[in-house]
């Protein structure tokens, strides 16, 4: 019985360690969460120093 409740908490840990972060998460956070790539965590630090480009970004120009 006391494996299964620990075999049940690994599992659970385990999803929430993979769970992706979620965008509001991630735009308030301030360090990088977990789970989520270099990469991505640098992207988002590029749109919080240029805000007016990042919003600029799916304008189209004519």
């Known amino acids: 019985m006391k494996s299964e409740r620990r075999n049940r908490g690994a599992i659970g840990q385990a999803v929430t360690d993979t769970a ?22 640098r992207m988002e630090l590029a749109r919080r120093r240029d ?12």
């Open 20 to 41: 992706p972060v979620s965008l509001n998460q991630l735009m308030t956070a301030r360090k990088k969460p977990k789970n989520t790539s270099d990469a991505r965590w």
């Open 51 to 62: 805000p007016v480009r990042f919003a600029l970004a799916g304008v189209a120009v004519r």
